[in-house]
């Protein structure tokens, strides 16, 4: 099994910064991408960004520019900056982690972690 625990969220005013982080414990050998989704109230869970193995990354549109995804294969973490905060940023923020084993791609998922982005 894999564990995730996202740390970091919070409520910030638009124009604001905030950093969240993930660290992965478990059975977390074959990693293929660490990365994160979000869902807003109503909404449907939505990629935010990942990193593949190594540097490669992938954004969703709507961050680009804004958000800035970095993994540490030492420490099994995974980090997301986020500046210049909207207020359509506000959601629930996840961590996720793919893995092959036995041929098999699985995605685990983090508790969640809240951002909440108003005046």
């Known amino acids: 099994q894999v564990q995730l625990v996202e740390s970091g969220g919070g409520l910030v005013q638009p124009g604001g910064s905030l950093r969240l982080s993930c660290a992965a414990s478990?059975?977390?050998?074959?990693?293929?991408?660490m990365g994160w989704y979000r869902q807003a109230p109503g909404k449907q869970r939505e990629k935010v960004a990942r990193?593949?193995?190594?540097?490669?990354?992938d954004y969703a549109d709507s961050v680009k520019g804004r958000f800035t995804i970095s993994r540490d294969n030492a420490k099994n973490t995974v980090s997301l900056q986020i500046n210049n905060l909207k207020p359509d940023d506000t959601a629930v923020y996840y961590c996720t982690l793919t893995k092959i084993s036995d041929l098999k791609i699985t995605i685990y998922w983090g508790q969640g972690t809240q951002v909440t982005v108003s005046t």
């Open positions: 990193v593949l193995r190594g540097t490669e990354t």
């Open positions: 478990g059975n977390i050998s074959n990693i293929l991408t």
